[in-house]
């Protein structure tokens, strides 16, 4: 069966310097791998998405995640963070079937410093 | 286009009762997917549904139901509620493969929830 690690539960940034949120899968073909962001008390929004092709992905709000499928890795970056951008993310894995849904990370909590 | 719709957003039962969720998807998405967000266990899948029929189904116990209906509107039903069933109820829509604009198949967009408190 899939899964996937966020070995960071909170990661602390400073407004305007750049962050990086790591994610690592395990799935035994090409997984489909996306990005969400969760603000307190809301559902889930979609950041990006791989399913193929250039292993670079371009997502909303300035957000680009890279897939590396020697490290099993799909790494979440964006260059200068914003006040806005504290909100908790999840990395998800789904199975070229979908049988068993979208399979999540325990997610990393993004604190800003003014 | 709106958005995927759940209601109600808060609900408060009490043990052995039980409750049902409702979710209406974006329109013309016809899969609709069913999870559950707790702080122990984070997110997981409970089911998902594509022309009125359950497809996939994750690793919950029987209380846990639910149903399509033609319209693609889906609702969850959880029997004999128990302390753990507390958490955020999520629905999430799609496009099934076929009809999935190129690279959005599987793409599945969240409704706020319902925060489901069982004391």
């Known amino acids: 069966a899939q899964s996937v690690t966020q070995p960071d539960i909170h990661i602390t940034v400073s407004e305007g310097a750049s962050l990086e949120l790591r994610c690592n899968y395990s799935y035994g073909a090409t997984p489909y791998l996306f990005w969400y962001v969760q603000s307190p008390g809301q559902g889930l929004q979609l950041l990006l998405k791989?399913?193929?092709?250039?292993?670079l992905v371009q997502g909303i709000k300035g957000f680009e995640a890279e897939f590396k499928r020697s490290q099993s890795s799909f790494n979440l970056r964006k260059p200068s963070v914003h006040w806005s951008d504290a909100a908790e993310y999840f990395c998800?894995?789904?199975?070229?079937?979908?049988?068993?849904?979208?399979?999540f990370g325990k997610g990393t909590h993004l604190i800003i410093q003014p | 286009k709106a958005g995927v719709t759940q209601t109600p957003r808060y609900l408060i039962k009490t043990r052995g009762q039980q409750v049902t969720l409702s979710c209406s998807p974006i329109?013309?998405?016809?899969?609709v997917s069913w999870y559950q967000q707790t702080p122990g266990q984070g997110l997981q899948f409970l089911f998902e549904y594509f022309s009125e029929t359950q497809r996939n189904k994750g690793n919950f116990p029987g209380r846990f139901s639910g149903r399509q209906f033609s319209n693609s509107r889906s609702e969850m039903n959880v029997s004999t509620l128990e302390l753990g069933d507390s958490a955020l109820y999520l629905c999430?829509?799609?496009?099934?493969?076929?009809?999935?604009?190129?690279?959005?198949?599987?793409?599945?967009?969240f409704g706020p929830g319902t925060r489901l408190t069982v004391l």
């Open positions: 791989y399913f193929s092709g250039d292993t």
């Open positions: 999430a829509s799609s496009y099934p493969r076929r009809l999935a604009p190129k690279g959005s198949y599987n793409e599945q967009f």
């Open positions: 998800a894995v789904l199975s070229g079937g979908g049988a068993d849904g979208l399979t």
């Open positions: 329109s013309g998405h016809r899969s």
